[in-house]
């Protein structure tokens, strides 16, 4: 008996539907769950993508990509397939998916987190028979500290800067990390300014309807600007380069999860890490496990036979693993692999 | 405790030796004396004997927090420290407390030795639901007796010295041999009069860099001490007030392991410093480092071992000189004191080390090929004219070494490493060719770069074929060239051969597996 969904050699395949979820080569009609390039891959001949994913998904895909979009929650067939879209709390616009056929229900939850994020719809636990989860940090050492505290260390360490006569450099992902940065700080401490894949980013976000508080793109900066008293957002592909000679004396943070664990923070040096993920950790993963009551997961990415290993022996789940290529394109995800 | 924290904090955020020298001298500043004893107690690498197994600690945590064997051996390994595992497994603390550091160590941490495991286990567990992570895990680290936070010595003594107005070398002398972390001791160490009184101290020692390039860049020849540089321990033989002591360059006291060479030093007259190199050996020849390794460590040495494996100081340098310190005085100066003072104790044990004569830099390049023969890593040049510096220096003091041995190999098996290189497989084990198969022969983990290194890791990942604990095995397909200094045979290991200081030269993307090296290859390198 074939599987509702099942991996081919072009992703994760719905037979009875004929679709794809986050295909990674171009198939004739993908369901995406969210903007990250891992997750959403251009060439398809057809994608469907959560409302509020437009502007960052039409970037990614280009002006010509054939997208549909659906509003949360809302139910349509394919095939006769059900099909609808739930939040999943990683970044805007990022979705579960529900698959219901012939009674039964598979949810693929794409990357997700449960901690609040202003910049993004709260994740919902959706029921089901079978769940596919990521497992980025599916280890019980991640555990999320508040956010509050993040933030807290964040401006103080952006105040200190300010007194040194230092321009705070804050590398993060350009899309969903920079802009839960941008959201959490408090823009009241000095002028924030932005690198050009930010600058983009948070374009589009703000198409997408989210308020973020005003930023300058690096470029664009007055001549004689007192980079000091700056925060200034970049991907970390900026790291090292000689972009960053312009804002003379520096302090380099990255925002990831991997910063909760010494040796990651030490291999980056970066003069400082604070634990921001966009992934769920541990203990949100278990919960989340069973808030959707089901009795099969497979799972993806990440500490993958570590997790699939525990829910069968700890939780009695049918757990395995699902070999998919994603987590090679966002900075949580990409802590271990090439930068 | 929080203020060591945060002091821990700061300087384990950054790399820069300013900031570091910086928040030394804060907490200095800040703290009192007691609970600074204790922090340069730390911060100098020195620490209690252990209380307790960082294995225990991890199981404690893992045991308090529901977490089955498999899955804390998964959590370790993605961390690299048991302390940091402990610590990061460990729920938000309920409440918090404070207690100076010295109170934690004089009131909690070391009264532990005088309870039972269990009683053990339920004090540190109670402990850490007072803490948050930081300190649990600075806690953790003080427990296990591993307390490394990348301070060199030498910024420890900077940064102490800018706190207090001495001048470094003193400062750096003071610090050195056995004492206690108490605030009499932070109060001598820190005081502008010039009576220091302990009998024991040794002297920092001075350190070479090695050479990268001809040494005809130095200079005249005739302005250099040429010596061989030996392979065996670095040690000082302090003689004062009628008592002798031999000091590691770990400054470790390791008198008891050399009496032959304590013997000796009676003859020495009071108030004599040497440097030299611990070293086997019988019938006028130096023998392996391997054989030395069988005295390393060992407390009391039996007859046998004394008799198969007899040590000698050899000695290349005179620090104090009629209860005086000359390290001011020149490398020639302090070498023909040295060879009066040995030739008139005339000891066995106590010779004085060879100078290599030559009138040209070419002349010794071609005496240096003779070094592999001579169970000798190539020479050591000290500038005549120079002093005895203090700590690691470029300029007087070079390695001129021998070029290593070097052989292509096949990545086998890789191992996740610890601290900077926690979660990534960073250790490898290398094979090479022995009638078709491929055989393991070294373990290697340093000499790619950070971008090399996750690359292999990232083949690691994609290319394992089992798993055994840590360990995976994975698809011989990468070969990379070996650097390594001795060669020896040996029972112990499958392939029939012990190298020494097996290091990763490059990564050899250009060759396929079959053009590594074979056994016989090494074989035909033994001396």
Redesign the interface.
Known sequence: MSLLLELNDHGLYCAAGDFYIDPWQPVHRALVTHAHADHSRPGSAHYLIAEASLPVSRWRLGAEAPIETIPYHKPIEINGVRISYHPAGHIIGSAQIRVEYRGEVWVASGDYKIAPDPTCAPFEPVPCHTFITEATFGLPIYRWPEEAAVFGEVNDWWRQNQADGKASVIFAYALGKAQRVMTGIDPTIGPIFVHGAVNNMNRMVAQAGLSLPHSTYVNEAPAKTDWSQALIIAPTSARGTPWLRRFGAISTAFASGWMLVRGQRRRRSVDRGFVLSDHVDWEGLMLSVAATGAERVLVTHGNVPVVARYLREARGIEAYGLATPYGTDDDDATAEESE | MKRFTDLYSRL?????TNEKIAAMVDYFNGAPAADAAWAIYFLSGRRPKRLIQSRRLREWAAAL?D??D??LV??HS????SA??AA??L??AAHSSDLPLHQWLETRILPLRELDDEQMKQQVLAWWATLD?MER?VLNKLLTGSFRVGVSQRLLTRALAQQSGIDEATVAHRLMGHWEPTPDFVAALLSHETTDADVSRPYPFFLAYALEETPVVLGSVEEWLVEWKWDGIRAQLVRRHGQSFLWSRGEELVSDRYPEVIAAAEALPDGTVLDGELLAWADGKVLPFAQLQRRIGRKSIGKKLLRDVPVLLLCYDLLEWQGKDVRHQSQWWRRERLAELLAAVDRPHLPLSEIVESDSWEALATIREESRDRLVEGFMLKRKSSPYRVGRRRGDWWKWKIDPYTIDAVLIYAQRG???????YSDYTFAVWDEGELVPFAKAYSGLT??EM??V??FV?RNTRERFGPVRSVTPKLVFELAFENIQRSNRHKSGIAVRFPRILRWREDKQIEEADTLDTIKAMLP
């Open positions: 384990d955020s950054t790399t820069k927090t977490i089955p498999w899955l998964e959590c993605a961390v690299g420290d940091e595992t990061l497994l729920p938000a992570g895990f610890s601290g900077r290189r926690a979660s990534l950070d971008a996750r690359r890791d990232n990942r």
